[in-house]
């Protein structure tokens, strides 16, 4: 196998976007599953893979028809997959220049055909592949092409709002754990939600502070400069 590997040009700012949807060596997730077992079914194949390529491995988020959770980045085919923007299809490793001398293609599990398409996050870097594989040769067909492409679409949709839901996650932990007075209010002037802290310091039930206006707990003095600062968001 050939030792001059390939590596995109923008690989740290890749890798840097990879670290931060903090996917790695997560658990299984079902959404994820279901895509791989779409995609085994569509391209008539016994193996599907969502890989992260790292800096010196290659990660399975998903597996479907392999053992084992990672390999050698080295050794991967989704290291070429990663390089462009279409699927990349190799109908018999075996006779592929740059994989026939593959340790996965001349042992266990024995590939011959591979179709990888790379997932690329909204700001264009390719963090991996959802790929197909087969232990005999073979091709896709137009729609199954297709079809991968859009399922690794929705791998990446995945991916992004896993990360949404994280971040949304986190700050409701420290939106309920502050000890300092935290609130969202309307244009109304109505309270639509406080942080526990809120109710615990000034002493109003919830029910309490969403019943009237946020001006009726402020001193009158300062009621217009409250006012004012609310005309300045509108």
């Known amino acids: 196998m050939g030792k001059n590997l390939p590596i995109p040009e923008n690989e740290a700012e890749r890798l840097k976007a990879l670290a931060k949807y903090n996917i790695l060596d997560t658990l299984p997730?079902?959404?994820?599953d279901r895509l791989t077992k779409l995609a085994s079914i569509i391209c008539g194949v016994p193996i599907a893979l969502i890989t992260l390529i790292e800096k010196d491995r290659q990660w399975y988020k998903?597996?479907?028809g392999l053992d084992g959770t990672e390999t050698e980045r080295s050794t991967s085919f989704c290291q070429y997959a990663i390089m462009g923007t279409d699927t990349m299809e190799v109908k018999d490793a075996t006779k592929d220049e740059r994989f026939f001398d593959n340790p996965f293609v001349t042992g266990d599990p024995d590939v011959r055909f591979y179709a990888g398409h790379p997932l690329i996050d909204p700001d264009g870097y390719a963090l991996g592949s959802l790929c197909v594989i087969?232990?005999?040769?073979?091709?896709?067909?137009?729609?199954?092409q297709k079809s991968l492409a859009l399922l690794a679409e929705e791998v990446v949709s995945q991916?992004?709002?896993r990360q949404k839901n994280?971040?949304?996650?986190k700050l409701e932990t420290l939106f309920n754990l502050s000890v300092d007075l935290i609130c969202i209010a309307g244009m109304d002037g109505y309270y639509k939600k406080v942080n526990p802290a809120f109710v615990s310091t000034l002493g109003w039930?919830?029910?309490e502070l969403f019943s009237r206006p946020l001006f009726d707990f402020i001193h009158?003095?300062?009621v217009p400069s409250v006012k004012e600062e609310f005309l300045k968001l509108s």
């Open 62 to 64: 998903s597996n479907i």
């Open 159 to 161: 991916i992004v709002a």
């Open 134 to 144: 087969d232990k005999k040769a073979g091709h896709l067909t137009s729609d199954q």
């Open 29 to 32: 997730e079902e959404e994820f």
């Open 205 to 207: 039930s919830k029910e």
């Open 220 to 222: 009158p003095e300062d």
């Open 166 to 169: 994280a971040e949304k996650d």
